[in-house]
């Protein structure tokens, strides 16, 4: 449909939900990118999440999949990186001429979002900066170049603190501002 655009990818929590190898679930997205390309503008969500009981070897070929799908179709990446941050920049540096994309829902130190900005992404901040334990992320926002931010929601989820509507959505971009 005109006007609206998607992202899609596969995301770390349901790599153990497909009952399919990788291989396969790499195939039919490649399939439906390139049947439906017209509107989907990114791949993602997709990356490596430590909390996720899956071996991490499973999450970084699944990742890789997802990189090179997005560099065939010169698509940016939407990256989902929880305590993985070294991980997803040793991938994204094999891979060069591909520096389109966000690190979803950052929150980590200014070294890490450098390197990240370093290789062209941009770092997502949603919710999670508005939370008291948030100190580091919002010292490393002071850091940033202004142009390096991307304001998101994660809309239902990624709340506010102190929010308590049932769900998060894109009205809550001034307060995360």
């Known amino acids: 449909q005109q ?4 992202g899609i990818g596969i995301h770390p929590i349901v790599l153990n939900q497909a009952h ?7 195939e039919r997205l490649a399939t439906f990118v390139e049947r439906n390309l017209r509107c989907i503008h990114a791949i993602g969500e997709c990356g490596v ?3 996720y009981p899956l071996t991490k070897s499973e999450q970084i070929a699944l990742f890789e999949g997802q990189v090179y799908l997005a560099h065939k179709f010169k698509l940016p990446l939407v990256i989902h990186s929880v305590q993985s941050h070294h991980h997803i920049v040793e991938r ?4 060069p001429g591909l520096n389109r994309g966000v690190i979803h829902g950052f929150s980590g130190n200014y070294q890490q979002a450098k390197r990240f900005i370093d290789l062209g992404m941009k770092i997502g901040i949603g919710g999670g900066v508005t939370w008291p334990t948030a100190h580091k992320t919002r010292e490393t926002i002071k850091l940033m170049p202004i142009d390096s931010i991307v304001l998101e929601t994660d809309s239902p989820d990624m709340k506010l603190h102190g929010d308590t509507s049932t769900f998060n959505s894109p009205n809550k971009i001034p307060a995360i501002f």
């Open 3 to 6: 006007g609206i655009y998607v």
């Open 92 to 95: 994204l540096q094999q891979m």
């Open 20 to 26: 399919a190898p990788i291989e396969n679930q790499l």
């Open 49 to 51: 999440d430590k909390r």
